[in-house]
């Protein structure tokens, strides 16, 4: 079992910007894949950002550019450094982890953008 624990979430205004963390219970390094996702409501859950056991990373087109993935093994942290942040961004952030192809979720956060 992995326990994933997310922080960073809050209110910010249109423009700003947010840096979300995700400690995980066990060592990153041995996942599959982490990544973060975010739901609005009334919308499906969606994949904002993920990053690979070899680094490699993928966007959401809706927040390439502003939003960065990253990871630190000796910490079983993963990152999402979000700037330029608008109204739509507004959602609960869930992170992501993916060990021998079993899915893992943590709580979320809740990121709200004013206009």
């Known amino acids: 079992q992995v326990q994933l624990a997310e922080s960073g979430g809050g209110l910010v205004q249109a423009g700003g910007s947010l840096r979300l963390s995700c400690a995980a219970s066990r060592s990153i390094s041995s996942c599959d894949s982490m990544g973060w996702y975010r739901q609005a409501p009334g919308k499906e859950r969606e994949l904002v950002a993920g990053?690979?056991?070899?680094?490699?990373?993928n966007y959401a087109d809706s927040v390439l550019g502003r939003f960065t993935i990253s990871r630190d093994n000796a910490k079983n942290t993963v990152y999402l450094q979000m700037n330029s942040l608008k109204p739509e961004d507004t959602a609960v952030y869930y992170c992501?982890?993916?060990?021998?192809?079993?899915?893992?979720w943590g709580q979320g956060t809740q990121v709200t953008v004013s206009s």
């Open positions: 990053i690979g056991n070899s680094g490699s990373t």
């Open positions: 992501n982890a993916v060990y021998f192809w079993r899915y893992y």
